[in-house]
């Protein structure tokens, strides 16, 4: 969407309409949570989904009112240091492994807090005059938000996921995916450009559009299934080092890791913990919640290797029929669909995220955003490898070619996946 | 109460009283909370409310229906395994420093098991004819959860203190302590005897009842007021090596501590926190919420030393007028009074447990439970020493002289205090 | 040793007698090593042997030559702080922990700092007016020095023990243990004195000698052997939690121990490490290098108990024929027999320090040392458990019936074993 | 050297020369070393220096020896254990993190070892018939060894630095660095060759050469000196979040960072730590021992960047006359100058290895070594940033432009150091 055009009262209307739109979706996602659900941390990398609503308003907070509306008073003084993530240049903040230790504020409470923030939002919204210096601001504020919705689901997913009764996130049922068949797709050496061109929403990690001199390299275009990774533990791949990065093997071994994070072996059959509760394995279905060392060892296994990022961005851009492909995208979504799990293993992309073997870095000309969103990317681009793709529970209208997702090696909490490549 | 004299009806009246009593009780005292703080554990020690909740229910249906009642059927078959404590002969125990990562089973759930438990119960009950051996477990089992009472009163104050917004338990004004003149009072070199008599409620590690040599001492009748303690401080007492335990150095220093839990200095003036909210520090009332090692380094740095548990027996069952003592101690229970925090220093017991310099171990003759009640208590005789006296959270009728409370030499986050011995 | 009765010259004689012995000692006891074995610290409890030579060396430069010798100058300003153990009124200390990082000083320039000292003191001692406030001091000191050269039996021994090559300490042969018959000593209630008289050497730890109500029980004459603690072992003793106080299941577990600590299982054979190398258990010998939850468990699995340390010293100072029993004692040190290894199980003190079930604590009016000394026992009262009897490492001068020695209850690199005692 | 052409009479005597050389140079390198700086380990990262004797030669013993040679007995049945660092394939080995706990093998019986081994090498390498594939083996086999000359100047450097009597290494006095003239040298934007060609010895990682596009760049032909990052200090450099990455802050204030790893300040001066002694520290002479951290931070400081490898490698490959350069790299090193320390701050390469911002990741058309040397580089592609340029520690024979080193992105004992670049 290329607001820029518009005049200012539509801009306003576009705003205030996208605005209250993301908003409503986050509480919306929470709706089926018990409020002790909206309360715990049960690992450090996985928030107390009422900190994610309390967070995603304070950005709000912090990047337009605080700064744009004179009369604005903070909801609450104690929220710009509990909400704070880790903006260093906005002041002290909670430690993120504590945010579990907190009963108070209510999620009533936090709920209360939204409604305060949106008033004023909405509010300063209506005036036609706001510059684009600030809508832009309001623009990541949005893709922030989405960012988090991804993260609640995720979040949610661990949190139910941990606990030894197993609830069920929706009631609805998942249905079978369909068996697929291996296809690789080439491409000639040569240079091609990647990264996000001008007009369109992209973060600045994503930025500028450059040349890449790529080797000729085939990609699959389809994910590897959990048929295919359990004939990899059949085969005993976490028990042959020469599978892994020496990193991983230590992983594999100081915690006893022995299957992607939600499978459970019960009575000798594999059952898969999903938002749709715990079933048996489809072995159709996209393999998820699998580590950067577990994608890197089941490549070396099929005695391929995973693409970079380079590969991999070339491949989403080169899509036969990209516009089909992002509507598609857009009905795959939890949000529209009800399925909050991979089930379309065959030709697709949006299902799971894919790791690349490419450690997250500043593209050449890199310029990180000024202020206190400089913090936004930059200073994560260290021991943190890129994935791309999007995946079933990342909001359509946040997603774009260009993305670049980036976990620890070691983390598997979010809906990653494997996508092989191979040098020809 | 000498029940086992009571006729078999009066027995069943007599303990259907005491059970319902005492469980309404513990849900009486949560009352005030708000869903979230039944949820959260900020640190190992401390578990959620909810816990509680389960685990006292947990205790009556695994000792008393799961034994005694043929068609008893569990309320929820994991259940068993996340509200058993720490009780290895009753199968595997969810960890104790996880307790807070569960946002299942709810409150409300939980709830639900109290009541179905206390149905079960109450018919149980209402048989003439159950043994002594099944009623002494049942009042094992109560004196169990009042025991949690106390617990629940020291978890949900460090839920509350731990957060910053500070919140209140109880609105109720907190009063003033009075000035205390410190007494000594003292015992003569001999023979005394020390532990429960046959007759009334005790633990098993309150007997035998038995001989001790004892030397002469002088024991303070007044606990060491906030006052005392700020003069310590304000000394250098955190700061000099000499008054500490070799460990208690290495606590110290490693966790930077320099008060009492619960004390907060803002803008140069000392606060402590309670569960009546964040009040000015009143000298004049009992310091509280002390370690082992800081009531050791005070007692040192004041050229005495703290009295071990048999002197502090002693001197507790030496009371002028033990009756009216016993009173006394029912009316400071926060229940009675709504009082949740000790603000009398001057010649009182009841109001802050005592820490004596004695290890937790077992008496001359100790025998231990048989039955899953073995690792109630002599599984812990190692590394703990004993408090001594009882506080103003324990529930009166829960009370008695003989009663040898515990915690490792680190812990604080009970009420606490320190009374002063020397010899003479 | 009256010493205060002798004249000035015969004192003077008398300590430069002792003084010399004693240290030239401790280096023949490091004869065998290789210059590697005096430099690493396998963990932290264990000290590289050159740091005994130092500290030891350290302690008369501080307690005697800094203070008494006016014209005095340290050998090395840094060995201040290398070769402090602990005392924090001597100023910093270099982290117990990191010793084996350094690896100067070397041997020879520790042997150096040895020879500076000893000058200085034997002329110092020369001086026949010397006070017996400083005498004592010295006495302390020699003490110091033999408690580190049993200590540095046991260092050897983890070193060389935890290294994959087994080397042997002592090329003499090991005898073989005689069968043992199990001999109950009774005794009977009543009020025992016990701590140190006056009149010989003691620590402040070991007085004021004074009364204790002990109710009447038996001791067993022997220790236990391998033989008994095997049958534990095959009875799945580690495996049971109800023989296990609380945290040494989880030291159980946590480390997953299985037998005591210099036990090794090689082609379904149990083996010891010994000073005189890897030999096959011996059955009839004592069990040795158990610790307090190992102790603790044995005991409670044959259904008797530990003795408290009373107990143990009321049966030490019965011996028949204590005269016998101390020149006995004094043929047992591996020093003069040259056997480094418990191998007499029948009716013999000496061989095994035997775990009591007593916390190390202050005897009533305990007194602890003034000074710099006041650092020796007191700030270890803490968490630690009685040992007594001495063993084959203790050299014989050094040791008395009142001696008390303390470990923390997972500790078991001392020559530690199991008196088994009952109520009767 | 293209030994590849040489009759096989004339690689028997290349090879026996080379073996020889290299060997010797280890133990010369450590003849200075008291028998207990070769023995310990400060740190997990700092082997001790007989670890390093016994592990080159045990490279040599599993690679050649026990592969071709049917008659070969290993020299000890438990160093194939003992010295295997890393290398699954070969079975199991001694935890890294625990070679400074082993006492034996002492370093006599290291040195025994390497004659062994050197021995049966030297009369199988007299054999003409040796096929090519063995000794490309060999040649990685003293590529490796010389590797571990540097690791083996960097530990003692370590080993030496941690010590708070600061010994010394060399005696010979270090000179003066000229003052520095900051000169960027420009290159324009296109398609460069990066990696190492065929003939001449290269690692699996430096291949194959390929294509790069590069952007416009300008990189500094000095590396940044003592008095540039001095200004950074000065500047509060490591109290601003904003020039640092995420967990370079965490790594800073966990670790309170505030100055290069071996700078000292003593009585308000800055001090060095080198081989040479502890020395005021030299403005003009190039900063070393940085971490990545430090070397982004203090890039983003000075509003430029590090380079990535790619540019590294175009620049350093661009040197006017290259061959002049090769030959002053050959008399920078320690070995020829007896100069243990980077000096020469003007346009120089080779005195510190720079950072790169570029992860360690395997070329395009990357083909790992077969075999156990499979674990040779692969399996660090995690975490790690890769390092140019060659340092002061580097055996010149050892060093090519195309050399890849790599490290963590905390670690700092090697000499690091830092060359800035610029987008232009």
Redo the contacts between chains.
């Keep these: 969407m290329n607001w820029q055009q518009l005049s200012g009262t539509e801009k306003s209307k576009y705003f205030i309409d996208e605005y209250l739109r993301i908003r409503e979706f986050s509480t919306a996602l929470c709706s089926r949570l018990?409020?002790?659900?909206?309360?715990?941390?049960?690992i450090a990398d996985v928030s107390p989904p009422?900190w994610h609503l309390g967070h995603t308003t304070w950005f709000f907070e912090e990047i337009i009112l605080v700064k744009c509306l004179s009369e604005y008073t903070r909801f609450?003084q104690?929220y710009r240091?509990?909400f704070n993530s880790?903006y260093?240049?906005a002041g002290q903040h909670?430690k993120q492994s504590?945010r579990?230790?907190?009963?108070?504020?209510?999620?009533e409470e936090v709920i209360r807090y939204r409604s305060y923030v949106d008033n004023f939002m909405v509010n300063y919204l209506s005036n036609a005059e706001i510059g684009d210096d600030v809508l832009s601001l309001l623009e990541i504020g949005l893709h922030h938000e989405q960012q988090h919705q991804e993260l609640l689901l995720m979040d949610i997913k661990f949190?139910?996921g941990?606990?030894?009764?197993s609830?069920v996130f929706s009631e609805k049922p998942l249905g079978f995916a369909s068996p697929v068949n291996q296809i690789w797709r080439s491409f000639n050496e040569g240079?091609y450009s990647v990264g996000a061109s001008d007009g369109g929403f992209s973060y600045d990690n994503e930025k500028p559009r450059?040349?890449?001199?790529?080797?000729s390299f085939a990609i699959s275009e389809n994910t590897v299934t959990n048929g295919d990774y359990l004939e990899f533990i059949d085969r005993g791949g976490y028990g042959h080092?020469?599978f892994?990065?020496?990193?991983?093997?230590e992983w594999v071994n100081d915690n006893h890791i022995g299957h992607p994070l939600y499978w459970r072996k019960i009575d000798n059959e594999w059952y898969e913990f999903t938002l749709h509760g715990l079933n048996l394995l489809d072995l159709n279905a996209p393999v998820t919640h699998v580590s950067?060392f577990e994608a890197d060892a089941y490549a070396k296994w099929k005695g391929v290797r995973l693409p970079d990022e380079q590969e991999m961005e070339v491949y989403l851009a080169s899509s036969i029929d990209d516009s089909v492909e992002e509507n598609e995208h857009e009905k795959k979504h939890g949000d529209e669909s009800g399925v909050y799990h991979p089930i379309k293993g065959d030709a697709q992309t949006g299902q799971v995220w894919c790791w690349s073997?490419?450690?997250y870095?500043?593209y050449?000309?890199y310029k990180p955003y000024q202020g206190m969103l400089?913090?936004y990317n930059g200073?994560?681009?260290?021991?943190q490898f890129v994935l791309r793709g999007g995946c079933i529970a990342t909001p359509p209208s946040h997603y774009r070619h260009s993305y670049r997702n980036f976990y620890a090696?070691h983390q598997r909490w979010m809906f990653s996946g494997i996508r092989l490549a191979k040098?020809i």
Tied chains: 1, 2, 3, 4.
């Design positions: 018990e409020i002790e659900d909206y309360t715990v941390q049960p009422k609450h104690q240091f509990l880790y260093k240049s909670w504590q579990g230790e907190l009963s108070r504020p209510t999620v949190i139910l941990s606990n030894p009764t609830p240079i450059h040349k890449n001199y790529i080797y080092a020469e892994w990065l020496s990193l991983g093997w950067y073997k490419s450690h870095s500043g050449p000309g400089t913090e200073k994560f681009m260290c021991n090696p040098d």
